[in-house]
């Protein structure tokens, strides 16, 4: 065996590791709930606790930790040593069943969007046994969720793993109708992770990127992409080393990154894994997202996972590639036969009608103020939400609707000139990039997720909008004389009734956007307008209906969501108006400054002189700095303004309208300068210096 497969998984305590070290009672008891969600006994809890402690010391570990998602979407730990001092002055390594299953951290300070006030400190956390503990810098990391002290889910993963069990079950019944047995079926995810790479002796002249993650300041470089030569171009020396280190470190973890490539903008690359099981494909992610930032410095670069790092350059996102699986079979596989293809067709519309009803709530799932900058900026999706079949499958979809007399699947292929639906080429369907929700061959790619997010919202929300979906399905076959016609007559009406939905054409046109309203889908420019639907009532009843969040774990989410974005907003505002005194105005002053000498000492050597280029340089910079003076007096007003404002949604578009609008002024004049003033005379590194690096 090669020495990455010796090395592949070994810090993780996986099915492998736990059968060749638990007791085979114990081993099959913790199996089932891993692969039924049944509940852990407390017995078989102390033995795993032991087996994993005596595991992850071996392996060097001297701490465990809980590692969770609080709502704040990245990950969160607190170290615990296993060191136990005994009376006698020794000590021991200790981890307690109960150690394992239950954590109490101190919750205080993480979001709660107002479920727990800061005096009831206390949180729970409990592990996620479907996803494995692994060993992390010495730390054996128990992936758990977290709870507040009155049991209402304080973060990205409950939500999640609820939204599986929803969608498991319905789906379990659907697959009944069509005499399937099935006990669990499962939503996978393949989460396509985009970032850049640049060097840490530029970062860090950068206040902007250091607080905020992104230049607030920065002309456009003298080349961009135009030339597209960076795509799949060949990877520069460092940025080769970098992903070399971070696979052989995501391999040890059990992450199985598969494919890597530079991206379109200079310095931007993407990373792949292998797709699995939703809340391990999301944890894995963030741990990819970790590691991407640990081992960026061992290399001298800064990996930046902003939506929008730089103005003018293609954001970043994240692909969230989904699909629903039992066992065996992958059920968005389109399959051969005219029996399996109806069952695919009831998950095809299944998925129609949920993208279409619940437009807003997908749509809020990836809003956020890094993302704001990519939505609808031509080179991500807009911020209609439609979806992209292909043309083979649209073909078949039209033909569903407008069938006649297809009363059964197998009547519309014979009406099509075919028997069986044509069994898809995976490549040749997904060559619409423009589309925010493709079908490509066998999943569906949800495109409109941002670099820097944590997927559990976006899979929670497709969960439990396709398991709305099979509940409508179950409900309209129950009881049917013949399940076949019942079924095909659901994917008809289904399909007839959300066409609007779907669209195979150009989402980057203005003219799309146009159709799409006159279609009624609905287009929600920014954060602040999607996140008011969060506490539409037909949201809260279907998260109701299906258990994954009551109406005040929504409306807590609600709550965080626009305090993220007033936040974020106010650290960026603050921080441009804080370079703007302290780097970009005395800069333009000294320069100007240096000008004038320059003009006197012309004038001086030789009065007879005009230095007419010299006059009008000083000029536009005395111009320049007037205007920056003006510009950012309006910033600091609206920031007041906007730190003054308490209603939750009122500061939010306070932040939005007016503190956005007067950094995007600001911005303008502070480039415009960068363009007049000398290399030497200006404060920070240009775009040009950043992006083109070896
Ligand atoms: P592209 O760049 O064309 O979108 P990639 O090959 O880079 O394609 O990424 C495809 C992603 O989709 C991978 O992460 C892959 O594992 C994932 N994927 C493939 N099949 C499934 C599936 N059934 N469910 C979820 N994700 C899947
Ligand atoms: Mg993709």
Redesign the pocket.
């Known amino acids: 065996m090669g020495r990455i497969a010796e090395e592949y998984g070994t810090l993780v305590f996986n099915d492998h590791t736990m059968q060749e070290l638990l007791p085979s009672a114990t081993y099959k008891a913790l199996a089932k709930t891993i692969k039924q969600g049944k509940p852990l006994d407390i017995e078989v809890a102390n033995v795993v606790a032991h087996a994993m402690k005596e595991w992850a010391v071996a392996h060097g570990a001297t701490h465990y930790t809980h590692w969770f998602q609080p709502l704040s979407g990245i990950t969160s730990e607190k170290h615990d040593a296993f060191v136990n001092p005994q009376k006698d002055g020794r000590a021991i390594m200790t981890f307690s069943g109960k150690a394992l299953i239950q954590g109490e951290p101190d919750a205080s300070s993480f979001p709660s969007g107002g479920v727990r006030a800061t005096f009831e400190a206390r949180g729970y956390t409990a592990w996620d046994p479907t996803s494995y503990a692994f060993i992390k810098d010495e730390v054996l990391c128990i992936p758990t969720a977290f709870c507040s002290y009155t049991g209402e889910a304080l973060d990205k993963k409950t939500p999640l793993l609820r939204s599986m069990e929803a969608v498991s079950q319905q789906a379990c019944k659907v697959l009944g109708f069509f005499g399937q047995d099935v006990p669990r079926v499962t939503t ?5 992770q985009e970032y850049f790479l640049i060097k840490e002796s530029d970062y860090e002249q950068r206040q902007d990127l250091i607080l905020t993650g992104r230049t607030l300041f920065g002309a456009p470089p003298c080349k961009g992409q135009e030339m597209e030569e960076h795509y799949f171009g060949a990877i520069r020396p460092t940025v080769n080393e970098f992903m070399k280190e971070l696979d052989e470190e995501l391999w040890k973890l059990g992450v199985s990154a ?2 890597k490539h530079n991206e379109v903008a200079p310095c931007q690359h ?1 990373l ?4 699995t099981i939703s809340n391990v494909a999301i944890d894995h992610n963030l741990l990819t997202m970790e590691l991407m930032r640990k081992i960026a410095s061992r290399h001298g670069l800064v990996c930046l996972q902003h939506e929008k790092p730089f103005v003018g350059i293609n954001g970043s996102g994240k ?1 969230n ?3 629903i ?1 039992t066992d065996s079979e ?1 059920l ?1 596989d389109p399959g051969k036969t005219p029996a399996s293809n109806l069952r695919f067709l009831v998950f095809l519309a299944a998925v129609v009608q949920a993208v279409d009803d619940y437009q807003d709530l997908l749509r809020i799932t990836v809003a956020s103020a890094g993302n704001d900058h990519r939505l609808g900026a031509n080179e991500a999706p807009p911020a209609v939400i439609s979806m992209f079949l292909g043309d083979e499958l649209d073909r078949v979809v039209s033909a569903i609707i407008s069938g006649e007399k297809g009363e059964t699947v197998e009547a519309v292929y014979m009406d099509l000139g075919v028997k069986v639906l044509p069994s898809f080429e995976r490549d040749n369907t ?1 060559r619409n990039r423009t589309s925010p929700f493709a079908f ?1 061959g ?2 569906f ?1 949800f495109r409109m997720p941002g670099s820097q997010i944590n997927l559990a919202d976006a899979n929670t929300i497709l969960n439990t909008i396709v398991a709305k979906s099979l509940k409508c399905f179950c409900e309209a076959v129950e009881g049917a004389e013949d399940f076949e016609k019942a079924a095909y007559k659901w994917v008809r009406t289904t399909l007839t009734d959300h066409q609007r939905i779907i669209f195979n054409g150009d989402g980057y046109t203005d003219e799309w956007i146009a159709e799409a309203e006159a279609r009624g889908l609905m287009n929600l420019k920014s954060t602040v307008d999607a996140a008011p639907h969060m506490l539409d009532p037909k949201n809260v009843a279907l998260f109701e209906e299906f258990g994954v969040l009551n109406e005040v774990e929504n409306r807590s989410r609600y709550e965080v969501k626009l305090d993220t974005y007033s936040k974020l907003i106010n650290i960026e505002g603050q921080t441009m108006s804080h370079m703007t005194k302290r780097k970009i105005a005395p800069a333009v002053s000294a320069y100007a400054e240096h000008i004038a000498a320059t003009i006197n000492a012309k004038k001086q050597a030789n009065p007879a002189l005009e230095p007419k280029a010299d006059l009008k340089l000083l000029d536009k910079l005395n111009e320049g700095a007037n205007g920056i003076s003006d510009a950012l007096e309006v910033l600091d007003a609206a920031l007041e303004k906007a730190q003054g404002t308490d209603e939750t949604l009122a500061k939010a578009r306070a932040y939005h309208d007016e503190v956005l609008a007067a950094m995007e002024r600001l911005r303008a004049v502070c480039d415009a300068m960068e363009g007049i003033v000398s290399t030497e005379a200006w404060p920070l590194p240009t775009y040009n210096k950043i992006l083109f690096y070896c």
Do not use: I, Q, R, Y
């Not at 996978?188 to 396509?192: D, L, P, Q």
């Open positions: 996978t995810v393949g989460a396509e598969k494919t993407e792949a894994p292998m797709f692909h590639n989904w699909s699986a992958n968005l997904d490509t066998n999943k790619e």
